[in-house]
């Protein structure tokens, strides 16, 4: 089985996010290259972490209007990314046309209700509700806009993938026991997820912050 690891390089720096990533290469699976470095260095970062040699997950998290979202997708077809991320809550007219405009190897998840908010702030939107109907809900829609799957936290994992058999289920929000939790909300352990049916464990400040990444990653591999 391929290591379902992916790490978020969350950085600014072209030389900080590839030193991080060659250091634990042996132990991740791919890489999550998400706003902040993408908004820093565009396609030609993308170029430079991509040379690693590991796929690459594009976390842009696009959300607007069907025609605009379609023809950001077209503009990055040429990285051909193996993941890349928008928001479900876009609508299912916005994630058709993303998927179509996608390219046939790059597999277009939905971002849920993401994992740095609770119930308190779900309904602070105006969504009255549970956090487990609302992903519920966004599941449903997402794959019946043709996407390839989605993403959410490892509280609602396993409930998506008995609805969804055969999708993509990404979760971050992904702290080992006893780690330092930050701004996220809702958080499971990595072997929690695994066991749960997530197939990409998005994993970021528990590596990259960690005095020893290296080790940090072995050790959360040998937890799956
Ligand atoms: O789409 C994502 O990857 C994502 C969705 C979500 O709901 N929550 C979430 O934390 N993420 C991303 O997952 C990573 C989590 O990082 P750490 O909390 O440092 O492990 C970050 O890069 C976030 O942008």
Known sequence: MSNPIFLALDTPTIEGARDLAAKVKGHIGGVKLGLEFFCAHGHHGVHEIA??????????KLHDIPNTVAGAMQAIHVLEPAIVTIHASGGRAMMEDAKAAAGENTKVVA???LTSLDEADLAATGVSGSAHDQVMRLADLAQSAGLDGIVCSGHEVGA??????HGTFVVPGLRPAGATVGDQKRVVTPRQARDDGASVLVIGRPIAKAE??????RAIEATL
Do not use: C, E, T
């Open 51 to 60: 040379a690693l040699g590991l796929p690459i997950f594009l976390d842009l």
């Open 212 to 217: 020893d990444p290296l080790a940090a990653a």
């Open 160 to 165: 998506v993938h008995k609805q969804w058999k």
């Open 111 to 113: 971002v849920s209700m």
